[in-house]
């Protein structure tokens, strides 16, 4: 399946992936990677795009789902995907006419795994 | 004690408040509120000294062990501690000469649920 081809190579072992930073502090090349990928995230449209590929039916997105709901234009609806695209946090393929979007997840859970919290651990 | 203080009233109910992006799409005042949260993480020396807060012994550090780490001067430090406190992830107490820092776990279990996928989920 062409979709497993965009998953990026994260070019670590998982336990120092995937480290809460309550357990250990992060390190200045982790850092500035991790920031990189924040930075995509400091958007609320950006957020919003990211959350409608994730809940999206089938796990992937259309181009053409993703403008509508935004009262911005398609040029900017294009240059968000592709900021979220060039973080690694989504993949993206021509099919036809559209390109379609989905998240990719193991970067996805790093983020999610580097902010979890003692308290957050046990509620699970 | 004077750390529950510090702790923000969130302002929403927890389902609302930490449901996982990939169940459904982000509100548009959500999008805001989180985008800044991001943003605050957004840089390299920020999330090294958030990461040197979590995971200090006894859940605090004072100022004066977070400036040895970084070849940036001591007002930059504090900038951005400022930018982590104002985004809400951070608390503090001025203690004597010293101010120490806590992170506030339910911002953090915020984004971090956020960003859980089903894969996630699994796997914890």
Request: overall charge negative.
């Given at each position: 399946m062409s979709k497993q081809g965009g998953l990026p190579v994260l070019g670590q072992d998982e336990a120092a992936c995937c480290a809460p930073m309550v357990r250990e502090p992060l390190g200045e090349a982790d850092a500035a990677e991790l920031a990189k990928m924040f930075k995509a995230l400091a958007d609320p449209v950006r957020l919003r795009l990211l959350s409608l590929i994730a809940s999206h039916e089938g796990g992937e997105a259309c181009v053409c789902d993703l403008i509508?709901?935004?009262?911005?234009s398609q040029p900017t609806i294009s240059h968000h995907l592709k900021v979220l695209r060039e973080a690694g946090l989504v993949g993206s393929e021509r099919r036809g006419t559209w390109v379609y979007y989905w998240v990719l997840p193991p970067a996805l859970e790093r983020l999610s795994a580097l902010l979890q919290t003692p308290a957050a651990t046990v509620s699970a």
């Open positions: 509508g709901p935004f009262d911005v």
